[in-house]
């Protein structure tokens, strides 16, 4: 069964910093794209940053030169280093792996993390 796990959402005043951490564990063959989401109260889920296995990045407009994501393939890990945080941002962070496994035969799936909550206070 894999499982992605978050971590480092809270708590901080608008132009910190944070930074979370998604681990993917089970019986992984390999991991494709992974990527933050954030849903706002009343507002759609959207993409915030994406990387490939490769390294190649894409990210919301509105993070833009604040966030960075980046991973560790061999530990099955992305992060996403957030700075100059806005009240705006505030939102539960949602981690998304594209994951391939063997069951005998190969599959590939889009998982998700629990959600980690992130509020920036003004």
């Known amino acids: 069964q894999v499982q992605l796990v978050e971590s480092g959402g809270g708590l901080v005043q608008a132009g910190g910093s944070l930074r979370l951490s998604c681990s993917a564990s089970g019986v992984i063959v390999s991991i494709n794209a992974m990527g933050w989401y954030r849903q706002a109260p009343g507002k759609q889920r959207e993409l915030v940053a994406a990387s490939t296995r490769g390294g190649t990045t894409n990210y919301a407009d509105s993070v833009k030169g604040r966030f960075t994501i980046s991973r560790d393939n061999a530990k099955n890990t992305v992060y996403l280093q957030m700075n100059s945080l806005k009240p705006e941002d505030t939102a539960v962070y949602y981690c998304?792996?594209?994951?391939?496994?063997?069951?005998?035969?190969?599959?590939?799936?889009?998982?998700w993390g629990q959600g980690t909550q992130v509020t920036v206070s003004s």
């Open positions: 998304n792996a594209d994951i391939a496994t063997y069951s005998g035969r190969y599959y590939t799936n889009a998982y």
